[in-house]
């Protein structure tokens, strides 16, 4: 449940700060026919025009909103498992500036928490074998078929975000323990 609670805040999170950004950038109608162009280049088998990529900043707050809001609820459980919230808005941070868990950031939010999620339900009996294989696929960008995931690469990207969760819940605590031992002397400079 913790690993799930971390993906799943760093989920709502990146969708977050996406939609942050996009509201500092004004778009225009040209601008927006130039990327659908290129979309269409680049993946023939979806359709985009050029309203796809127009935002009504008013809805795209509301989805700022709503993010942050379920970021919140996240930090909430994730806490209850044992990650603190200043650890998980370090995380989030830390991988979203690409320092750590870099397939965790590109794609890996999109699928993860789905694949976690299955592998809950099956630990737990709740389906089989198979349904979880078949839970366990990933989109391809280019052609936008399931194939079958790196199951691989999910466990060292798993391994990798406790890692870093423990990285940084270590560096916390140093600071704090250096800061709360840390003695003033007055004639004393540093």
Sequence with gaps: MRLFAVVKAYHHYTVMELYRKSLQIENSWKDAEHLSYWMNALMPYRECSPTDFLHDKDETTDVVLDNYDAFKKWTKIADA?????????AFCKNVDNLQSVFR????????????????????????????????????SLFTGKPE????????????????VVSQITNKQINRDIKNKTKIPCP???T
């Design 81 to 89: 498992a044992g990650v603190s919230e200043k650890t998980l808005t």
């Design 104 to 139: 965790l950031k590109a794609f890996g939010h999109i699928f993860y928490p789905d694949w976690l999620m299955a592998l809950f339900l099956y630990l737990n009996n709740a389906i089989s074998k198979a349904e979880l294989k078949k839970a366990f696929v990933e989109y």
């Design 148 to 163: 079958p995931a790196d199951i691989a690469e999910f466990r060292k990207v798993v391994m990798e975000v406790e890692e």
């Design 187 to 189: 004639n004393i400079k």
